[in-house]
């Protein structure tokens, strides 16, 4: 079964870190691009961050750029969010997703994770 | 960035009738959009890639069309589960952008 489970979330202070992760699972995550994506309580979904396959590029949000940065491990089929220097702002439920293959550019999301809650709070 | 706006907020509408959803976007981004379901406390669902491309698994009553800054997904007649929330995106161009929504309620 592909699936994609995050973990490392939590309750944080201001202006501290967390490292969350993503396990895949059920296919060949080397071959993937790999995104974040968050939804704030009762909001609608902010993009964050993308990862190419081989982990060669990267790409940020405004909103978190110079504070979050993502990583895979291909070995261990592992996807990474470093956050630092959390906001309050940053209180979301934090998603792992699969960006399909396609022709040209990224790929629209066809595998989500069940997400993990981050709360930044004093 | 490229804008989103979904409209309308929220419909009202009842099972079994036909509903069209828009999207539009503040520039063109050719055929790079997608739809995707929400139900509450689950992750969101991949419903259509590409404006009008299905994705596996999704029924057929799921349809989407458009290109250039206009594009619409159609249920062409609502099942009980489909009173949920959708999402349009798009892949044009960095950063990824997501409309803000519509809610399907039942009337």
């Known amino acids: 079964e592909v699936q994609l489970v995050e973990s490392g979330g939590g309750l944080v202070q201001p202006g501290g870190s967390l490292r969350l992760s993503c396990a895949a699972s059920g296919f060949t995550f080397s071959s993937y691009e790999m995104d974040w994506v968050r939804q704030a309580p009762g909001k609608g979904l902010e993009w964050l961050s993308n990862i190419r396959s081989s982990g060669s590029a990267t790409f940020y949000a405004d909103s978190v750029k110079g504070r979050f940065t993502i990583s895979r491990d291909n070995a261990r089929n592992s996807l990474h969010l470093q956050m630092d220097s959390l906001r309050a702002e940053d209180t979301a439920v934090y998603y792992c997703?699969?960006?399909?293959?396609?022709?040209?550019?990224?790929?629209?999301?066809?595998?989500w994770g069940q997400g993990t809650m981050v709360t930044v709070s004093s | 960035e490229i804008v989103l706006t979904q409209s309308p907020g929220t419909l009202s509408l009842s099972p079994g009738e036909r509903v069209t959803l828009s999207c539009r976007a503040s520039q063109s981004i050719a055929g790079y959009l997608a739809w995707y379901q929400q139900k509450p406390g689950q992750a969101p669902r991949l419903l259509i890639y590409?404006?009008?491309n299905r994705a596996t698994g999704v029924p057929a009553r799921f349809s989407g069309s458009g290109s250039g800054t206009d594009f619409t997904l159609t249920i062409s007649s609502l099942e009980p589960e489909d009173f949920v929330l959708y999402y349009c995106q798009q892949r044009s161009e960095w950063p990824i952008t997501f409309g803000q929504g519509t809610r399907l309620e039942i009337k």
């Open positions: 997703a699969r960006a399909r293959v396609a022709a040209l550019g990224t790929g629209a999301f066809d595998i």
């Open positions: 590409d404006a009008s």
